[in-house]
């Protein structure tokens, strides 16, 4: 009797054995800025989506963490950022709330390479040349790095990589299919580059001013002819007197276009040009109005170098 039990239960304990161990849930990744989520997202691709915590036109110069935020944090296994320069908002909220969580400062990563930050006004001809000799092993204490590394493709490429090597360590059962997006990302990333190159090059010599010191990466990439910028924090409106001596200092400069940012109110702009020949563009160093994911690297990086060429060859 026992044995015909046994037997008929055979089937039923066949299939238990049968069935094959649960996946483990991808890691759960939140990531500061756009344009990191993006390249992020690439390498995720298939198996899950990063956490973004500054979203949609915000700007992390005046960031401030939701509750939402706040849990994403605590629940993180890897937070990405580029670290104080930029993300002063998560300094003190990745020690209280990340405390699990592999922090990937992508300012000191491997094959990233940072370039100081400017002052307001109109830079000496020495800071952009100067720029090639600077990478994150220079001291940066007297102006400070600038924090929008994505904006040199090389970076990307970088970013990517050590993105795809830190998701293998917390999730191997997944490590091919990050490997695979990660070159697939790269590939693209370099082919992006060539075509950014042959677009701006018309146009390389020709001076400009910027919102605020965001774009030392896109300009020593390509060898752009920045000339200054507006102000030192885009969060801070220069005063009258200011205003005056960047008028003076725009004409000075001989500057083609004046650029402002969708983030920030551009009457400051149109105030700085007006009566003068000075066109207005505008440029984005983070995608204010690209929708997150995967294909905002790519066209962020596009919609910046059309906004160059329209403004500066006068199209």
Not at 261 to 277: C, D, M, N, R, T
Request: charged share 20%; net charge negative.
């Amino acid at each position: 009797m026992l044995t015909r039990r046994f037997l008929r239960l055979l089937p039923v304990a066949a299939l238990f054995w049968a069935v094959p161990a649960m996946a483990a849930p991808p890691p759960d990744v939140v990531v500061s800025v756009k344009p990191l989520h993006a390249l992020v997202a690439g390498v995720m691709e298939g198996v899950g989506t990063p956490y973004l915590l500054v979203r949609g036109a915000a700007s992390p110069h005046d960031f401030t963490l939701r509750p939402s935020d706040a849990k994403a944090l605590n629940g993180a296994e890897l937070v990405v950022w580029v670290g104080p320069a930029l993300e002063t908002f998560l300094e003190k909220p990745l020690t209280a709330l990340g405390g699990r969580a592999v922090k990937l400062s992508l300012a000191t990563a491997d094959g990233v390479r940072v370039l100081p930050s400017r002052a307001g006004g109109v830079w000496e001809t020495h800071d952009h040349s100067h720029a090639h000799e600077h990478d994150h092993d220079h001291d940066h204490a007297a102006t400070g790095t600038d924090g929008h590394i994505w904006l040199d493709p090389r970076n990307a490429i970088a970013i990517t990589q050590a993105v795809a090597d830190n998701l293998v360590k917390l999730d191997p059962e997944r490590a091919a299919t990050y490997r695979t997006n990660a070159q697939k990302q790269v590939a693209a990333i370099e082919a992006l580059d060539n075509e950014l190159a042959a677009q701006l090059a018309p146009v390389k010599d020709r001076p400009f001013i910027v919102f605020h010191d965001a774009y030392h990466y896109l300009e020593d990439r390509y060898a752009l002819a920045a000339a200054g910028a507006v102000t030192v924090t885009p969060d801070q409106r220069p005063g009258a007197a200011r205003l005056s001596q960047l008028r003076h200092a725009i004409g000075d400069a001989k500057a083609v276009c004046v650029f402002a940012e969708p983030q920030f109110e551009p009457s400051l702009v149109k105030v700085l040009v007006e009566g003068s020949a000075v066109r207005t563009g505008t440029l984005d160093p983070e995608g204010a109005n690209i929708p997150e994911g995967p294909a905002l690297y790519p066209a962020l990086m596009r919609f910046n170098a059309k906004a160059l060429v329209d403004c500066l060859s006068g199209g």
